[in-house]
């Protein structure tokens, strides 16, 4: 089967359940920045500075993206979608309270950068924010998924400490921000 099926040729796709949608509509917006995201995972991924449990961590955000795009490009209507849980989210606070446990408190706002895979996370954190927004913006108009807006922003969360950690890791100290 090849990849080229004409199908979108007229600026059209075409959702879980078969309903057709222009590619400028809020629901492409959100899935496709969430396609984004877990490609920005991969590019961290491809560095070796992200080792042994965030590097697991990480590539099971990987797996749970997929399932959040799929969640995000089905139709609330469509059953047969496995979707994000209350249980991913909770697996995503867990590594946030070990994180948590082991950097030092934020005293002060710090500005993203330090390793290049540290930079990274904190870039992968901006597009999950922008995510989250896609998706806000489509429950405006649509039922959405509501553990998918809470996975997201627990996400962002993850993806700022575990750009913290990896900056420690690599022992690059944090800029605070100067104002």
């Known amino acids: 089967m090849s990849i080229v099926t004409r199908t979108g040729d007229n600026g059209e796709t075409g959702l879980v359940g078969g309903k057709r949608i222009p ?29 042994g449990n965030r590097r697991d961590q990480l590539q099971r955000l990987q797996h749970l993206l997929f399932r959040l795009g799929a969640d995000l490009a089905s139709p609330m209507d469509v059953t047969k979608t496995r979707r994000i849980e209350p249980t991913h989210v909770k697996e995503i606070e867990k590594w946030i309270d070990t994180l948590e446990r082991v950097l030092p408190p934020l005293t002060a706002f710090i500005l993203p950068g330090g390793s290049k895979a540290g930079s990274l996370l904190h870039f992968a954190r901006t597009i999950t924010r922008r995510a989250e927004r896609w998706a806000v913006a489509l429950s405006v108009s649509e039922p959405v998924n509501k553990e998918a807006i809470v996975f997201l922003n627990r996400l962002s969360d993850y993806l700022f400490l575990a750009a913290r950690q990896v900056n420690r890791d690599a022992g690059m100290e944090e800029t605070t921000v100067v104002y």
């Open 23 to 51: 590619k400028s509509d809020l629901r492409l917006h959100t899935y496709g920045t969430v396609d984004e995201l877990n490609a920005m995972l991969g590019m961290i991924l491809t560095g070796p500075e992200v080792t």
